[in-house]
């Protein structure tokens, strides 16, 4: 499986991105997509989960009603669209697929995106 991350950028804080991530191949259901976050200097941080069979969504508190989600399933695509965004949403952002519905355990994921830079300037 290869992930490919793209829709990373600079914007002002208040505004918004929305990253994007394929999957090749084809998505069980039992899977989890989720992004994760990395900022210079800090540990990987989970942002987001979705469950691929049931699209349940589960979100970091730091993120919750800015950031949606989402997934199309036609496309094997993972999206999140990111409001509000602030400075402290500033990371490199990866895309992760757990072929055993893991959630919040990056370790436990096992394919990744190469990962989007986001930048949010105050």
């Known amino acids: 499986v290869q992930l490919q991350a793209c829709g990373g950028g600079l914007v002002q804080a208040g505004g918004s991105l929305g990253l994007s991530c394929a999957a090749s191949g084809r998505t069980k259901s039992s899977t989890t997509m989720s992004w994760f976050r990395q900022a210079p200097g800090k540990e990987r941080e989970w942002v987001s989960t979705i469950r691929w069979g049931t699209g349940g969504t589960y979100y970091a508190d730091s993120v919750k009603g800015r950031f949606t989600i989402s997934r199309d399933s036609t496309k094997n695509t993972v999206y999140l669209q990111m409001n509000s965004l602030k400075p402290e949403d500033t990371a490199l952002y990866y895309c992760?697929?757990?072929?055993?519905?893991?959630?919040?355990?990056?370790?436990?994921?096992?394919?990744w995106g190469q990962g989007t830079q986001v930048t949010v300037s105050s």
């Open positions: 992760a697929q757990s072929l055993r519905g893991t959630l919040y355990t990056w370790r436990s994921y096992d394919y």
